[in-house]
């Protein structure tokens, strides 16, 4: 009987083509079988062997050793087997998910750009919304204003309560769901008569666009191998500047469209606009919907090894995961965490000056509006290029490669950012436009690959299947709150005094100081814990 139970125990179903394992089961099985009728005269003075992850005990230097290795490499080989599961799953539907994901995040991010491209068309009192009457000199665009501020508090709001939904419904369910919501208050909005109509559903629009990238981190979680994660996350990036650049162009060319071939809707053209907004959200509904399916049972039945238990020195699995409640809490104990949270919320400044980019070029480098505008592009595209070659080189590198990389982009964007604060002070020669619009391509390549990837690895990394959505939304909802004071102090300054830029300038400086400093001390720790945990 204990023969059966250790070869049973030694050869587990899964393990055939691991050379090493069979190896040491064999070693053991050996002395098993040598020892079962002496244990009284060898090292094995007392043995007890249970299946299926339960604790190994042993007494003896060699039974402890044996025992030890095989354990060891019992765990090793369950997670590659259950890692290899994911990654044949990844590879049959990968391709489908990484569009649904791709076009998911296109969408989101284009519909965010129906407000930019018709805000004046929308305050116009020809053309736009039914506005209450004012009270005293309140405008149509200073009521909007306000709007706009609540709507970010609204993101904040939602980066704080939505975190724990999606981490119990799955990330793929609450992307359907978010999408067909964005869907109905598009559509709300492009049917729209009065201001508050308006109002309530662009806030409502903000609150849910919140959870669209923890979602998809959890979707990356649930569908990705961790090799994969990087590269994941840098294809969300690419689909967010894409989107906002394929957006602005495309309602450009639709309102001039609409204009000059729909005389009689002309007058109100923001609502195809606002509509087509809608309309795109249907795409990664049904792309989600067909590669997100719960079609393998594989997925349900792995075991989830990124919580190991020891017992004399031997890995072995827990019985269940822990909850999020433990998992936050043991987060907030956490120096990385508060480090991680501390840069996500500085650099979410740093990086959102982008909204702020074709003002501040047309008043402090006398450009027009449409090459200002071109400007925030350049912008952009140095966000995009960041991600795009970095993610790669960024996940095959040490943690000391990692430190000094995001150092030396994070000191470059100091340093872009205290130009500039010395250009509308007067304390350097006034710089040329062409000299601003590389400085301001430079400022979104330099800050875009902090921002994004560290924290969203570290949120997949410690959150694993049971909270990595809620990290990723505690690091950002102390960032928008922060970020609706920043949004309601840069739009009240009058732009075209240039010296008045310079409180700006200041808190962009200080931001990209502080996440230079925070980063690279989160992850210089991340390695030495890993450097550790190897020893």
Same mark, same amino acid.
Request: charged residues 10%; contains cysteine; glycine residues 6%.
């Given at each position: ?21 069979? *190896? ?29 992850? @339960? ?38 539907? /990968? ?32 053309? +736009? ?13 200073? $009521?909007? *204003? ?9 993101? %904040?709001? +939602? ?8 981490? @119990?419904? +799955? &990330? ?38 919140? %959870?669209? !990238? ?14 994969? !994660? ?10 967010? @500047? ?16 609409? *204009? ?31 590669? &997100? ?35 936050? $809490? ?73 430190? %000094? ?20 002070? &007067? ?19 330099? %800050? ?14 410690? /959150? ?27 739009? *009240? ?36 814990? @890993? ?5």
């Amino acid at each position: 009987m204990f023969l059966e139970e250790a070869h049973g125990l030694i050869a587990p179903a899964g393990s055939n083509n691991n050379p090493s394992l069979l *190896s040491s089961s064999h070693h053991l099985l050996t002395a098993a079988t040598t020892d079962h009728t002496k244990l009284s005269d060898t090292d094995l003075s007392q043995q007890q062997l249970v299946k299926d992850g @339960r604790v190994l005990q042993t007494n003896g230097h060699r039974g402890t050793n044996l025992l030890r290795l095989y354990s060891s490499q019992t765990v090793n080989s369950r997670d590659e087997q259950g890692w290899r599961t994911k990654l044949a799953r990844s590879s049959e539907n /990968g391709l489908g998910m990484t569009c649904a994901l791709f076009l998911t995040y296109f969408a989101v991010m284009g519909a965010k750009c129906a407000l930019p491209s018709t805000f004046s068309l929308l305050t116009s009192l020809e053309t +736009g919304l039914l506005f209450p009457k004012p009270t005293g000199l309140v405008t149509p665009s200073q $009521q909007m *204003s306000r709007v706009l501020t609540l709507s970010t508090v609204a993101i %904040a709001l +939602g980066k704080l309560v939505l975190g724990f939904v999606i981490d @119990r419904c +799955g &990330g793929v369910r609450s992307l359907k769901i978010a999408l067909c919501t964005l869907s109905i208050l598009m559509a709300r909005i492009a049917t729209a008569q009065t201001f508050n109509v308006f109002a309530v559903s662009w806030i409502l629009v903000d609150f849910i666009f919140s %959870a669209c !990238w923890p979602a998809c981190i959890k979707a990356i979680h649930e569908f990705f191998p961790p090799n994969q !994660w990087v590269s994941s996350i840098g294809m969300l990036v690419m689909a967010a @500047r894409i989107g906002n650049a394929a957006a602005f162009s495309s309602f450009a060319l639709l309102l001039s469209w609409v *204009s000059t071939n729909n005389t009689s809707s002309s007058s109100q053209a923001w609502r195809y606009v606002f509509g087509a907004s809608s309309a795109i959200q249907l795409i990664p509904i049904i792309l989600l919907a067909y590669f &997100g399916s719960p079609k393998r049972p594989a997925q349900d039945t792995m075991t989830d090894y990124s919580n190991i238990s020891t017992s004399n020195d031997i890995a072995v699995p827990k019985d269940s995961s822990p909850s999020i409640l433990s998992i936050i $809490q043991k987060q907030f104990k956490s120096v990385q965490f508060w480090l991680h949270l501390t840069s996500r919320s500085c650099l979410m400044i740093f990086i959102s000056f982008l909204m702020f980019v074709p003002t501040y070029m047309k008043s402090a480098y006398g450009m027009t509006s449409s090459a200002a505008a071109q400007v925030a592009s350049v912008f952009a595209l140095g966000c995009l290029l960041s991600v795009t070659v970095g993610s790669k080189p960024y996940s095959s590198s040490t943690a000391r490669q990692r430190t %000094a990389l995001l150092s030396t982009l994070l000191g470059c964007a100091t340093l872009i950012s205290f130009v500039q604060l010395a250009h509308v002070s &007067g304390l350097i020669r006034p710089l040329t436009p062409l000299v601003g619009t590389i400085c301001m391509f430079a400022w979104g390549f330099a %800050a875009s690959l902090p921002f994004y990837i560290p924290p969203s690895l570290y949120a997949l990394e410690h /959150g694993g299947k049971a909270s990595s959505a809620t990290i990723a939304d505690l690091f950002d909802v102390t960032g928008f709150l922060l970020l609706a004071r920043f949004n309601g102090y840069v739009a *009240s300054i009058p732009h075209s005094i240039l010296s008045q830029w310079r409180g700006t300038f200041i808190v962009t400086t200080a931001c990209s100081a502080v996440s230079l400093c925070s980063l690279a001390l989160a992850t210089s720790l991340e390695g030495g814990q @890993r450097s550790r945990g190897v020893e």
